[in-house]
């Protein structure tokens, strides 16, 4: 049977509209790290890399390539962890050219090492040789966080983060990083602004 992220993680993936805490457990990830803003051409061709290494081992068995432990199932969605830089934080409003960030794709617990030096090799005619040499294959637990679903444009984050932040105070937690995660559900090219579903997560304790 075919794994649906949208089916099996929809803890992880499809919380509520309204904040939750959440216990995440180590994650395997395919990562590239970035800064400037995100309309610029670095972080679309950032993302491309991305999707183009977690599509090289999806299509596997299109290759002829049979690993342990392969099952078939759909690319998890792109995610970011964004923060700023010490410049960006100094100011009262936000500069998208001070951002700093982490893309990442989820991989399924077979991907090794070994198939992500494959994967590398697969896609080294389709992006940068320079963003494949720095993109990494690494194991990331976040731990316990609040959650919630931002339904709306980017710009709008402020709104549900709040809504977090006051959740947080009713329940005795405590932010503990000021870094965001953000799950992309919905792509931005296809969507209407306004309908865009964004998971939007931060650590506590």
């Known amino acids: 049977m075919k794994h649906e992220w949208r089916k099996r993680e ?48 999806r299509m596997l068995p299109k290759k002829g390539i049979t690993h342990d432990g392969y099952y078939e199932y759909t690319v998890f969605p792109l995610e970011g962890v964004w923060d700023l830089d010490e410049e960006g934080r100094q100011l009262e409003h936000l500069d998208k050219d001070r951002l700093v960030y982490k893309l990442m794709i989820r991989q399924p617990e077979f991907v090794t090492a070994d198939l992500f030096s494959f994967a590398k090799e697969v896609s080294a005619k389709k992006v940068s040789d320079a963003l494949l040499q720095s993109a990494k294959f690494e194991t990331i637990e976040e731990g316990l966080c609040v959650q919630c679903m931002h339904i709306g444009d980017y710009d709008s984050e402020h709104v549900t983060f ?10 005795h937690l405590r ?31």
Do not use: Q, W
């Open 162 to 171: 709040s809504k977090m932040d006051d959740f947080c105070a009713a329940n």
């Open 10 to 57: 929809k803890d992880i993936y499809l919380p509520a509209a309204n904040p939750a805490k959440i216990a995440v457990p180590p994650i395997n990830y395919f990562t590239l790290k970035g800064k400037g803003n995100p309309n610029n051409e670095a972080f679309k061709e950032s993302v491309e890399t991305l999707y183009a290494l977690s599509y090289a081992i």
């Open 175 to 205: 932010r503990i990083d000021k870094r965001h995660r953000e799950i992309y559900i919905s792509d931005p090219r296809k969507s209407d602004s306004t309908k865009l579903k964004t998971v939007l997560r931060y650590k506590v304790k």
